[in-house]
Nanobody, 122 residues
């Protein structure tokens, strides 16, 4: 019954902005959320995370350019991306955890969405 469904990916020009969303369902607790991305031929990397108490963390590529937020009433987590670069291209995954482990560590997450494609190109 647990599901994470991302949406909002698409094509955007370098320097542009894009917002993506993740709707969570079937949870019996308030999870921590993370965003990860994976480019072709590369490892999945940490982008941003937000805790159940609204603390936020950002990976180095996202610092100063991306913003993570959550709306508990809508069971939704958001990632707003600004000043996008071609190297931001990849599949963006939403993940959730009860809060054990390091929040930027991929191994800390128990649930994953299917991903949404973000392409930054002129």
């Amino acid at each position: 019954q647990v599901r994470l469904v991302e949406s909002g990916g698409g094509l955007v020009q370098p320097g542009g902005s894009l917002g993506i969303s993740c709707v969570a369902s079937g949870f019996t607790f308030r999870p921590d959320f993370g965003w990860f991305r994976q480019a072709p031929g590369k490892e999945r990397e940490f982008v941003a995370a937000i805790s159940s108490s609204d603390g936020t963390w950002y990976g180095d590529p996202a610092k100063g350019r991306f913003t993570i937020a959550r709306d508990n009433a809508k069971n939704t987590v958001y990632l707003q991306m600004f000043r996008l670069k071609p190297e931001d291209t990849g599949v963006y995954y939403c993940a959730a955890t009860r809060g054990s482990g390091v929040i930027s560590n991929i191994g800390s997450y128990d649930y994953w969405g299917q991903g949404t494609q973000v392409t930054v190109s002129s």
